[in-house]
């Protein structure tokens, strides 16, 4: 995704959760305890991206930092300039789903199942040339 998101000149970022154990990333920059991190290739270097872990070393506030990130505490990855990317774990407990499939849709009901929406009048689509 990384690569993906570079060849098409976007700017990757991380969402990381720093609750998580190793992870090695500037104080203060997080909120709700988690922290978005740009790991475009102009915002970094020495990028690594291996099977247990993210490194880097990058500037925060004009200091130098070497970042280090455990896989498992990747959320996501995204584009900045459209949000567009891959969810990796869920967001509200820091835990994928148990089964590794993403929770169903709540159900949305039919508007005609609603007693009070009888006799009301629905809006149409009209072809216009």
């Known amino acids: 995704m990384y ?12 969402l990381v959760d720093i609750a998580i154990e190793g992870v090695q990333v ?6 709700d305890g988690k922290i978005v991190l740009n790991v475009s290739p102009s915002a970094v270097r020495a990028l690594s991206l291996e099977n247990d872990g993210i490194s880097f070393e990058a500037r925060f ?7 280090w990130v455990p896989v498992q505490a990747v959320l996501a990855i995204y584009a900045r300039e459209n949000g567009e990317g891959m969810m990796l774990q869920g967001l509200d407990d820091g835990e994928p789903p148990p089964d590794g499939q993403p929770p169903e849709p ?20 009209k072809v216009v040339k």
Do not use: I
């Not at 690569?3 to 991380?14: R, Y």
């Not at 159900?107 to 809006?123: H, I, Q």
């Open 3 to 14: 690569d993906w998101l570079v060849d098409n000149e976007f700017s990757p970022h991380l």
């Open 26 to 31: 500037p104080s203060g920059y997080a909120q």
């Open 61 to 67: 506030s004009g200091r130098a930092m070497t970042v």
């Open 106 to 125: 709540p159900e949305t009901p039919d508007p005609g199942d609603d007693p009070s929406t009888k006799g009301t009048r629905r809006g149409h689509l």
